[in-house]
Nanobody, 128 residues
């Protein structure tokens, strides 16, 4: 089981950055994947997720309208496109996946999916 996130970076406010998460070794070829982040001194929070089929996505209110999520089925990679970045988006970002055989759903209406496998974090800093 492997979740390989791309490197983050330093971006100016208003800028854009795309993170990727390559997924391999799961029971499902394409498990549900979520992106989470943790800023210094704050709890980890969910950012966005995408279902196994890619047909269902969810975004936290804080990023809605600015971030998009997609998956390339051929490459088994999930992308988080972050636009109009703000200093408050600064955090370590993690991708996670549901490792169960039935791990197709990423959002259950009021809670995140069962993300039990996590990739290494990647730092995103939004600053001028």
């Amino acid at each position: 089981v492997q979740l390989q996130a791309s490197r983050g970076g330093l971006v100016q406010p208003g800028g854009s950055l795309r993170l990727s998460c390559a997924v391999s070794g799961f029971l499902l070829d394409r498990p549900a994947v979520g992106w989470f982040r943790q800023a210094p001194g704050k709890e980890r929070e969910g950012v966005s997720c995408i279902s196994s089929s890619g047909g269902s996505t969810y975004f936290a209110d804080s990023v809605k309208g600015r971030f998009t999520i997609s998956r390339d089925k051929a490459k088994n990679t999930v992308y988080l496109q972050m636009n109009s970045l703000k200093p408050e988006d600064t955090a370590v970002y993690y991708c996670a996946a549901d490792g169960s055989f039935s791990g197709t759903i990423c959002w259950y209406g009021n809670k995140w999916g069962n993300f039990d496998y996590w990739g290494q974090g990647t730092q995103v800093t939004v600053s001028s």
